[in-house]
T-cell receptor
Framework: DADVTQTPRNRITKTGKRIMLECSQT?????MYWYRQDPGLGLQLIYYSFDVKDINKGEISDGYSVSRQAQAKFSLSLESAIPNQTALYFC?????????????FGPGTRLTVL | AQKITQTQPGMFVQEKEAVTLDCTYDTSDPSYGLFWYKQPSSGEMIFLIY??????QNATEGRYSLNFQKARKSANLVISASQLGDSAMYFCAMRELGTGNQFYFGTGTSLTVIP
């Protein structure tokens, strides 16, 4: 079983709809992240959380919100989706106990906003 | 200013040859980590190698090595003995330990291994 799972894997929605992307992990990591990937732009950090009570904005948080329901769950919401939010979204986790803080990525969610 | 710069949008290498993918970074934080990830056409992100800013030796992981030149702020990835399965996008990333622990990714280099 995958250590970091994302649901749904693909989603097509319409402008103005509310969308929630979910991420679950079985790695026991405290740190979780949401990124979006656009062609030619690499990954951009949307939000990150270092524990259940900690939420931080990343580079491009406008238009997004998150919820850290438990150590293992971190969801990303688009309250009113717009076409330029069409992208590939990745959830990631990391564990800083080893000092390296290597990120482990989920398989990605491909979101299309029409 | 860009935190991570990858100046090679596309690279080609002959199978079994070595290839270097360039990465330069910008930070004033003395404590940071540098990472390389591989993204095949299937889309998943695969961790390859890590270098800490205080590490004295260049990191190596199998066929991957990181040419870390701290004064030049470069962290080039060297892949030796290229294989067809190495064809993918490669991303350089940095984590600044002292300033919010954010990760920054470069725009990536597309590597194609030619048989």
């Amino acid at each position: 079983d995958a250590d970091v799972t994302q649901t749904p894997r693909n989603r097509i929605t319409k402008t103005g709809k509310r969308i929630m992307l979910e991420c679950s992990q079985t790695k026991g990591h405290d740190r979780m992240y949401w990124y979006r990937q656009d062609p030619g732009l690499g990954l951009q950090l949307i939000y990150y959380s270092f524990d259940v009570k900690d939420i931080n904005k990343g580079e491009i948080s406008d238009g997004y919100s998150v919820s850290r329901q438990a150590q293992a769950k971190f969801s990303l919401s688009l309250e009113s989706a717009i076409p330029n939010q069409t992208a590939l979204y990745f959830c990631a986790t990391s564990d800083n106990r080893a000092g390296k803080d290597e990120q482990f990525f989920g398989p990605g969610t491909r979101l299309t906003v029409l | 200013a860009q935190k991570i710069t990858q100046t090679q949008p596309g690279m080609f290498v002959q199978e079994k040859e070595a290839v270097t993918l360039d990465c330069t970074y910008d930070t004033s934080d003395p404590s940071y980590g540098l990472f390389w990830y591989k993204q095949p056409s299937s889309g998943e992100m695969i961790f390859l190698i890590y270098q800490g800013s205080y590490d004295q030796q260049n990191a190596t992981e199998g066929r991957y090595s990181l040419n870390f030149q701290k004064a030049r702020k470069s962290a080039n990835l060297v892949i030796s003995a290229s294989q067809l399965g190495d064809s993918a996008m490669y991303f350089c990333a940095m984590r600044e330990l002292g300033t919010g622990n954010q990760f920054y990714f470069g725009t990536g280099t597309s590597l194609t291994v030619i048989p």
